[in-house]
């Protein structure tokens, strides 16, 4: 229609014309009806791009509340394979790999490709070009991460490969710190939920106060009864909670309780909101795997087969009494891999000032992130995988797995699909590569040198050292806390 106005003709007559994708070209050699369509095609890509743009900047620049704290937002994409809906992914990772303002990283939003097999991930299916794409995108801006559509736990028998509307019934995530699917009093879906609270227990002290049993099996079960009682209190305590959430009115929260929750549009101003929130989940999280399990047996998971399966064991076991806790208190309980950037440190701090410096377990500034190996671990990428992955099932409120990238990921896009195709072997359901991203402020040149002190280029020291602190990237690493820091320095790659 722009292009009616344009040339003074009228072009009615293609106004519903099928378009298979979005792609741009040069008009030069074009003629007729052919050349019309095209031109309206690299306009409209254009202006797409351009409200690309205009979304990464927003969410990099709104404020949510005093103290400028950018919103945390992320988006799930990848398998909208219609032209449109393909049009509109490419030109977000497109914008995304350009950057911001004068090409720093974008922070904001987390950017998670849906990898589904017949959809977006081998040669042979439609978004296969696009997931190409979003590899390269990841190997120098961080995004997007990876959610394995294809992992058992992350399935609905309700999803249809010809219905056209088979997002609803998709997995979508926050990132390592909410995923929300299964659902006891409505649908099962990710739309229009959320995670209402979520309380972490320290195992590691858990784990401390057992050691002076000298018998193994005694000194074990002692620690799950002293688990139990915890779990007891963090779900009785994540209950009352709610129960207080529940008394709120809809018209306490117009915009949330406007459309946003599932079933909030059928709330008055004067309902109460319980039953549109208790379809949102209540997370159980841990924290420090491997420091509890080098304290009940001397090794960590990642070492030891025997410590392996005691982890294994000791986190089904929160699962369990999560879905008890589930019938007990009529809520939706999950558990969560936590990912603990502050807690790590302030945890740490209190076990060690109580229990003094204990090797292995509160020797280091911070406790390891939930199940994961060690950061400090040397170990292949795929024995990591294995370690981890049986992990996610039992984690459905939240988890990542990560590798660890040396050199340049930028010229190695095929190093991030080998990651991927070992979260579709493993059945691991969410991921991300971690790799070096140096920029400097004042010229803008980049590489992934570690340890960078001054610019190759300009020779400032005005850089940006860029990093993922778990599922999500925090500024430059000047801005992380000491815990995170000596965490960041004591990293290993996987090879």
Sequence with gaps: KTLEDLYGQDFSHLYNKPIDDYLTQTLDGLSGDRRIIQHAINRTVSRVHQSMEAFIHNMNTIHSRGGNQVVFSSINYGTDTSAEGRCIIRELLKSTYRGVGNGETAIFPIQIWKKKRGVSYLPEDRNYDLYQLACKVTARRFFPNFLNLDATFNQSEDWKADDPQRYIHEVATMGCRTRVFENRFGPKTSIGRGNLSFSTINIVRLAIECMQVE?????????????????????????????????AYAKQFPLLMSSLWLGSEKLKPNDSIA?????????????????????????????????????????????DRANQFSEQYQHNYSVLATPAEGLSGKFTGKDRKKFGSLPGITDRDYYTNSNHVPVYYKCSARHKAEVEAPYHDLTRGGHIFYVEMDGDATHNPEAIMRVVDMMDKYNIGYGSVNHNRNRCLDCGYENSTPNLEACPKCGSKHLDKLQRITGYLVGTTDRWNNAKLSELNDRVTHN
């Excluded at 074990?220 to 129960?243: G, N, P, S, V």
Aim: hydrophobic share 40%.
């Design 215 to 247: 018998n193994k099996e005694e000194r074990i079960a002692l620690f799950f009864a002293k688990l139990d009682h915890m779990l007891e209190l963090t779900a009785r305590q994540l209950h009352e909670r709610m129960e207080f959430q529940k008394t």
């Design 275 to 319: 039953s549109v929130i208790n379809q949102g989940t209540l997370g159980i999280g841990f924290i420090g795997l491997a420091e509890c399990l080098v304290a009940l047996t001397g090794k960590h998971h990642g070492e030891d087969e025997d410590s392996q399966a005691l982890g294994i064991r000791i986190v089904t076991y929160i699962r």
